[in-house]
């Protein structure tokens, strides 16, 4: 999503609470975002919390990959199942690595009751991971880009099938559905998952 310069409602009243690189946080009375420079890029926000409970519903279990951390909110929310063994989270980008691990808990509204020490961070390409991992998953979560369009979709494919290679026969794989997603979007979204998944 591109916030053009007239759109920056979420800086009004917002501080930067970490940073690295092209990587901040900022920090509203409503809302913890991630702009990704340069330019407002934003790529992540906290709210979409209740996005991930409503989509990944009780599938989280074993072990467990996900692709793209941004504010790590999801990988958070995914720690939080009982069944869940173990979760490797792979990130492209370092600095975003890195600004992850500066937001204290205290800027988060959403206080997640997880083991850290269940969460392994890597930084890397989510498609070379897939190729070159011998590791297999019981649940894989894609989400590493900010909007289902035209220009996603082949990527997004891209991603599913590589990763599809570290199923296990009888897990499940999703990737993150944008609720702003366009219909005609949607059906082209669902069926790369059906298709990567059979
Ligand atoms: C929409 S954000 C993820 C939001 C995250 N689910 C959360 O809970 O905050 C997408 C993230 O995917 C990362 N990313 C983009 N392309 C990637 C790739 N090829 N491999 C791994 N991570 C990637 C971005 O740097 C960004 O941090």
Known sequence: MDNGSENLVYFEDGVIVAES????????????????????????LES???????????????RCLEIGLGLGVASRYILTFPKVEHLT???LREDVVDVYEKIKDTDRKFCLDYNPEKHRILQANGIEYAYQTKQRYDFIFIDCYNGIDEDTLP????????????L???GKMMGWLDKHTP??????FYQIFEQSTN
């Open 48 to 62: 979409e919390y209740e996005d991930y409970v409503w989509q990944l519903k009780d599938f989280p279990k074993g």
């Open 168 to 170: 296990k026969p009888d």
């Open 183 to 188: 219909e005609y979007f949607v059906g082209m």
């Open 89 to 91: 989270t792979i990130e």
């Open 21 to 44: 690189g092209e990587a901040k946080v900022y920090k509203t009375s409503y809302d913890l975002f991630l702009e990704i420079g340069p330019g407002h890029n934003l790529w992540a």
């Open 155 to 166: 990527f997004i494919a891209d991603m599913a099938i590589a990763c599809s290679k570290t």
